[in-house]
């Protein structure tokens, strides 16, 4: 059988060459691989100047995947970095509709989370925003910035634990090996007859993603990857078509 009908996208399995590190998407929305080449032109002699030959080399391949969702693994493998798990930072946390109290004479608001340091900066149902002194989980609210009873946001620091993907400067993307999976169908019976499986033996991320934020968008950034010659060998990768049984 030499025709088929591929309508599905693949699932996408990458290997980090360093550590053997796997990481596997079945949410991809595009998997492309592209080929150029730099030298491709025509060579002309004779009478008439008729072409001769073609001269061919540079053979460019890239291969691009885009994901449904937006995956910490792809960002790190751009920049040259493993995901570090448990990881400690210090974030921004901003509560809202905190009703300002009447403590003797002191107006302040009480936050739930547990902030660092002792400053706060509290936003009135103006817009204005203010720094205030923090004490605990109390923010004195400063003189005239609000009145008893109407609701400020406040904006204070807190320590916390999750994920990290570090963008360092002098780090970029190690080499992978890439595997997609898709199926062909027999178009005469709209039945999966095939497997088909696409290797790249020695990727490298070109390093350049965008990761846009837009209201009503979801994100699914594209990543990139340079298709290059594993040491030691002149192929690139490989199509595989196995018969589904």
């Known amino acids: 059988m030499s025709k088929l009908l591929i309508i599905d996208t693949a699932d996408v399995t990458i290997k980090r060459k360093s550590d053997n590190h796997l990481f596997a998407s079945a949410e991809a ?55 570090e798990e448990d ?37 009135n149902g103006k817009g204005e925003t203010e720094q205030a002194t923090l004490t605990e989980k109390v923010v004195a609210i400063p003189d005239g910035h609000a009145l008893a009873g109407e609701m400020v946001s406040v904006v204070y620091q807190e320590a916390v634990t ?29 039945k999966v007859v095939k497997d088909i499986y696409i290797q ?8 350049d993603f965008e990761l846009a934020l837009e209201n009503g968008t979801a994100i699914a950034p594209e990543f990139v990857f340079d298709c290059l010659t594993a040491p030691n060998s002149s192929k690139i990768g490989r199509i595989i078509e196995v018969d589904r049984v």
């Not at 990290?164 to 027999?186: C, M, N, P, Q, R």
């Open 29 to 83: 929305q595009l998997a492309s691989i592209s080929q150029s080449l730099g030298i491709n032109e025509k060579i002309y002699g004779g009478i008439g100047n008729k072409a001769l030959a073609i001269m061919k080399g540079q053979k460019d391949v890239t291969t691009t995947i885009r994901n449904a969702f937006y995956d910490k693994e792809f960002l790190a493998m751009t920049q040259g970095v493993s995901v």
């Open 87 to 123: 990881g400690a930072a210090t974030i921004y946390n901003r509560e809202k509709e905190l009703t300002v109290v009447d403590n003797v004479g002191q107006l302040e608001v009480t936050v739930t989370g547990t902030p660092v340091g002792t400053t706060a900066h509290v936003v």
């Open 200 to 207: 790249l033996d020695h990727v490298v991320p070109n390093g």
């Open 162 to 190: 999750g994920d990290i993907v570090e963008l360092e400067s002098d780090k970029f993307g190690e080499a992978f090996t890439i595997e997609y999976h898709t199926i062909g169908f027999d178009p005469a019976t709209n």
